[in-house]
């Protein structure tokens, strides 16, 4: 038994087991062996693959003339989004005037700032040479 508790694959074989072997197939003292005998008699299966018979026999090969079809990504490609959603050009033409609405209602509060003497966002080194 093994560490883990489990045995595996443990198969045991009694005298009478293989003497009973050796009825049904025989030993090779005796030379008269009934094994078994493997179906290829020729182990080089690519010639096989490329001999006249088997070309004959096997049907061939369909190839499918379809392109494979790559998906869109909507939020990438206006035109998907579009047909996905019809409200999409109304809904970015009303993000735009928002957009536009925040923007100019913003300018004159940030000329007001800059006017003031506030900083404009240009870093230490401008704040410093004042």
């Known amino acids: 038994q ?4 489990h045995i595996g694959r443990l198969v045991i ?3 009478d ?3 009973y072997l050796n009825t049904q197939y025989g030993t090779y003292q005796s030379g008269k062996t009934k094994l078994p005998l493997p179906i290829m008699k020729t182990c080089d299966l690519a010639a096989v693959i490329k001999s006249v018979n088997v ?3 096997v049907r061939p090969a369909q190839y499918k003339g379809e392109e494979k079809i790559y998906k869109k990504d909507p939020y990438a490609d206006d035109e998907v989004m579009l047909r996905l959603n019809p409200i999409y050009v ?3 033409a009303l993000q ?3 957009r536009a609405i925040k923007t ?3 300018a004159p509060a940030k000329a007001a700032a ?9 870093g230490k080194k401008a704040h410093k040479a004042k």
């Open 114 to 122: 800059a006017g003031k003497g506030a900083k404009t966002g240009a």
């Open 104 to 106: 100019a209602a913003a």
């Open 2 to 5: 093994s560490t883990w508790g």
């Open 13 to 15: 074989w009694s005298q």
């Open 55 to 57: 070309k004959k026999a």
């Open 17 to 19: 087991a293989f003497e």
């Open 96 to 98: 735009a005037k928002k």
């Open 90 to 92: 109304t809904r970015r």
